[in-house]
């Protein structure tokens, strides 16, 4: 966390706004700097980006990536175990969170979807807030302001607009930092985004439109939401577009630096389009067998962004046993502390419902809180009543 983008000019194929974007060194029309089998290509254009980037550092990126990839099976198999109602995986997506998560400077704000849990992991959350209201155990995680992350947003695309209000204040209080939102390629159909691009090319906020493209909105595909790459959308709106592969952690932490010094330097907003796939189900409460083919998750698997990552390293020789392991360690220690955290959780008790509700007293909320209350009397002491209902 808070690092500072490399310094760098800012890149000149932005497609959209910024013009038509038919730069060399684009896979399918997608900036790639690793391509699926490990391979480091070059890029003129976003090399410059990433000069500060290490084999260390690149092996960070590989912890990082395996660590959420631990914390997202860790907390699937307590939602399968009865400890969580509900997870939303992040299986496949590892890349684009963690890529853009390490681009963030301490001091930028991000307003994210439910999906994001790698990148609050990156804002250093507390691992048992990460799960406290999958468990229902709470109304929202954790205190915005501790991690300058806003807690998830489940209204899809509602995020954006919060993100554009607050880049807005950023802008008024002549800070340089950005607001940073996430969102999927279903959201792109919601009038809360295209709220949101409209006020922020209006007035030109630091903000940066993170789209995760995983190819599935639920059970709807990308190709029936939009018959031109999401990338493109942001043109109608006057916001310049980058399009990059997200299975690919240093393309996107190179676009994601570029969007934010663009932001910084008062450039207004930049539309990011990670092209990814969601490898899991929705949330654990969908089965994606019934309505997608096998094939295509088989396709996508052989272009894993943990598996490249680590195809890099192991052609650099820095994929050495203790490295593995030691990632390994920090993985199950990492996923043992969000258990933990998660299954000694204090349960609420029921009136804490009515808490946080209001930040000054209400005397409407306080009726109703007097009202349940009496309520609740009216059964006695419960512990009296089980203990009867077990004599009976
Ligand atoms: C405003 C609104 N409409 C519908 C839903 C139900 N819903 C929950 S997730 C989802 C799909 C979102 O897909 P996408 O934006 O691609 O994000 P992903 O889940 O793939 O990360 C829908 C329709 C909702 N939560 N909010
Ligand atoms: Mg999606």
Redesign the pocket.
């Known amino acids: 966390m808070g690092q500072r983008s490399a310094s760098a000019p800012i890149a000149a194929d932005f497609t959209g706004a910024g013009g038509p974007a038919e730069a060399s060194g684009r896979a399918g029309g997608l900036v790639q700097l690793i391509t699926p089998s490990g391979e480091r290509v070059s890029h003129p254009e976003f090399d410059p980006w990433l000069q500060d980037i290490t084999d260390d550092h690149l092996c960070s990126l590989f912890e990082d990536m395996s660590v959420i990839r631990r914390i997202d099976v860790e907390a699937t198999a307590l939602q399968r175990q009865g400890e969580l109602a509900l997870w939303?995986p992040l299986l496949g997506?590892e890349a684009a969170q963690i890529g853009s998560g390490r681009a963030l400077r301490e001091d930028d704000f991000v307003f994210s979807?439910?999906?994001e849990n790698g990148v609050a992991y990156c804002r250093g959350v507390d691992l048992t807030d990460i799960v406290r209201v999958w468990r229902g155990n709470a109304s929202s995680g954790w205190d915005p302001y501790s991690i300058n992350m806003a807690t998830p947003q489940?209204?899809?695309?509602?995020q954006t607009l919060h993100a554009t209000g607050y880049a807005m204040g950023i802008q008024n209080d002549g800070a340089d930092s950005a607001a940073v939102t996430y969102?999927?390629?279903?959201?792109?159909?919601?009038g809360?985004v295209n709220e949101a691009m409209v006020f922020a090319a209006s007035f030109q906020v630091p903000v940066v439109f993170f789209c995760?493209?995983?190819?599935?909105?639920?059970s709807?595909p990308?190709r029936l939401?939009s018959h031109i790459q999401l990338a493109d959308r942001a043109a109608g709106f006057g916001i310049p577009s980058l399009r990059v592969d997200g299975n690919d952690v240093l393309a996107v932490m190179a676009a994601t630096r570029v969007a934010l010094d663009r932001a910084r330097r008062g450039g207004g907003p930049t539309f990011i389009e990670a092209v990814s796939y969601?490898m899991g189900p929705?949330?654990t409460a969908d089965d994606p067998t019934r309505y997608r083919d096998a094939n295509e998750l088989e396709d996508w698997a052989a272009k894993d962004p943990i598996s490249r990552v680590a195809a890099l390293l192991d052609r650099k020789g820095l994929l050495t046993a203790e490295l593995q392991q030691q990632v390994r360690d920090k993985a199950d220690a990492v996923a043992r502390e969000m258990r933990t955290g998660c299954t000694t959780m204090p349960d609420p008790q029921p009136l804490d419902v009515f808490k946080h509700v209001y930040s000054t007293p209400n005397s409407w909320l306080d009726r109703q809180q007097d009202h349940y209350a009496r309520y609740l009397a009216s059964f006695g002491d419960p512990a009296e009543a089980v203990s009867e209902e077990g004599a009976r």
């Open positions: 939303p997506q979807s439910y999906r489940i209204i899809i695309g509602a969102f999927g390629d279903g959201a792109t159909s919601e809360d995760t493209n995983n190819h599935w909105a639920i709807e990308v939401q969601r929705h949330t």
